[in-house]
């Protein structure tokens, strides 16, 4: 064997000697970070289950939605779909009635602060919280009109699921009847609301089937060949809701497997201005059919400026938003008034109309109590109502 040769194998015997040495919690993993690279998985993601389910991550909120059964998985030895995304989740809200909520279902959330649940839930499984902050806070969100008590079956199995806790849990009743005003005074015409945390649906992802010209209806792509059909569900990027940036909104849609332009072509309608937007995928070459999908645009929002205390009494100013979204500017901007950063306390909702109004006064306030105050812009268009993002809130003492 030549020198050169020895020498390598004798570095090569070294090296292998230190790395045996090492001990395992020296080694290095890489992480992402809580700022720097929060952007990277700042886009929507979407996870389909077989069992009536799906979920979506936006923006720090985890989005639970029925689509059949609403059967969970447990997840007790099991990697969670949103694994990657734990650390950036402070929202957790659920839509429609499920029938089993699994195992440690959102278990390692560490950053979680609240959570809705809009829906019925038959079972709750064990631990379904573990690890997520004690001071985080569980909201049943019901319609006032059913008169709710104590006796309903998802309030008594939520109580249940978080006995031994010092996770907060609250009932939120959704009024849908406007009241009188009282001392409340705006500059313009205003409603108000007790009791909820918004006056909007919830938004949903939602695809239909469309008709060919010789009228035979389609739900999916089929491929040509051995009739494999792909549906929305099997579309990736898809999301409920964009806001208004001025230009024609795109998402970033895609299927597995299938390239763009060659097997399937994507255009859009009403894509632009705040309201419904239709995303139109056609089958090409091997493929056949075609699905309409639909999410929502709603406006942007505007900034609260200040809030001033004077006697028992709540002054409120923000930024004029005088875009031009729709088919005119905003319809208004609804104010919102709580006694905790949750809002989910003693919440009330003001509706102040016409887009020039910027300020607001709320009277008959409780003296000692601190209240929490944001608002958002909404517009009104065909029929349905869209609201913005709410502004960053503000928080005052009456005493």
Request: net charge positive; aromatic share 12%; proline share 1%.
């Amino acid at each position: 064997m030549s020198t050169f040769a020895k020498r390598f194998f004798a570095a090569v015997l070294a090296v292998a000697l230190i790395l045996a040495f090492v001990p395992a919690s020296s080694v290095a993993y890489a992480d992402v970070t809580d700022e720097a690279d929060e952007a990277s998985y700042s886009i929507d993601m979407r996870w389909i289950f077989q069992e009536g389910l799906y979920a979506e991550y936006s923006k720090g909120e985890l989005m639970i939605y029925k689509d059949g059964r609403g059967l969970m998985e447990d997840y007790d030895n099991k990697e969670h779909p949103w694994e990657d995304y734990s650390k950036f989740v402070k929202k957790l809200s659920i839509y429609g009635d499920l029938e089993y909520v699994g195992n440690e279902a959102f278990a390692g959330l560490v950053n979680l602060k609240e959570v809705y649940i809009r829906g019925d839930i038959e079972k709750f499984g064990k631990n379904i919280f573990r690890d997520c902050p004690s001071d985080m806070e569980v909201t049943l969100v019901v319609n006032s009109k059913e008169k709710m008590s104590q006796d309903n079956e998802t309030w008594l199995k939520l109580e249940e699921c978080l006995k031994g806790t010092d996770i907060g849990c609250y009932i939120l009743y959704e009024d849908e009847a406007d009241i009188a005003i009282g001392d409340d005074e705006c500059e313009g015409t205003c409603e108000v609301v007790d009791d909820m945390t918004s006056q909007e649906q919830p938004d949903s992802v939602y695809a239909t089937g469309s008709s060919t010209l010789d009228g035979s209806a389609y739900n999916a792509l089929t491929n040509k060949k051995n009739g494999k059909k792909i549906t929305a569900q099997d579309l990736t990027g898809m999301t409920c809701c964009a806001y208004y940036t001025g230009k024609e909104i795109k998402l970033n849609i895609k299927i597995s497997g299938l390239k763009k332009d060659k097997d399937y072509k994507i255009t859009y309608k009403n894509n632009k201005n705040v309201g419904q937007a239709q995303v139109t995928i056609k089958g090409k070459g091997a493929y056949t059919g075609t699905i309409n999908a639909f999410f929502n645009i709603k406006p942007k929002g505007t900034v609260l400026k200040s809030v001033k205390v004077s006697g028992k009494s709540l002054k409120i100013n923000w930024k004029r938003q005088s875009l031009k979204m729709a088919d005119n500017r905003i319809t208004g901007y609804q104010v919102q008034l709580a006694q905790n950063k949750t809002f989910t306390k003693g919440v009330k909702s003001y509706k102040i109309k016409e887009y020039k109004n910027t300020s607001y006064k709320i009277s008959g306030l409780k003296a000692g109590t601190r209240y929490y105050v944001r608002v958002r812009t909404y517009v009104k268009t065909k029929g349905s109502t869209y609201y913005s993002r709410w502004s960053k809130a503000k928080n005052r003492k009456i005493r």
